[in-house]
């Protein structure tokens, strides 16, 4: 059974940072590329990172670009986002997945795996 499981969501201020961990077990995790997907009340939901299983190529949405950090510790199984210099608009529940194509990793394709999501808000 696969679990993605985050943590260290909670309430900052803007300009402030938050780390979040997922961590994953039940499968493969070298094998997998993973990514963080966020969704604000009202709006669809948006790739933040992701990064490949084995080269670590990234990738980020524009919105996060300079700001966000995504990295992974495949002897840990787990992949973190880092969020520096948060927004109020970074505001929203985020989510980590993971896949075996880490160009499924996007906004309407059929993804492997989810996690439960963890809330981040930022206020002014």
């Known amino acids: 059974q696969v679990q993605l499981v985050e943590s260290g969501g909670g309430l900052v201020q803007a300009g402030g940072s938050l780390r979040l961990p997922c961590a994953a077990s039940g499968l493969s995790f070298s094998s997998y590329a993973m990514g963080w997907f966020r969704q604000a009340p009202g709006q669809e939901r948006q790739v933040v990172a992701r990064i490949s299983g084995t080269t670590g190529m990234t990738y980020y949405g524009d919105s996060v670009k300079g700001r966000f950090t995504i990295s992974r510790d495949n002897s840990k199984n787990t992949v973190y986002l880092q969020m520096n210099g948060l927004k109020t608009e970074d505001t929203a529940v985020y989510y980590c997945?993971?896949?075996?194509?880490?160009?499924?990793?996007?906004?309407?394709?059929?993804?492997?795996?989810w996690g439960q999501g963890t809330q981040v808000t930022v206020s002014s």
């Open positions: 997945a993971a896949d075996k194509t880490v160009s499924q990793l996007r906004v309407g394709a059929k993804v492997d795996y």
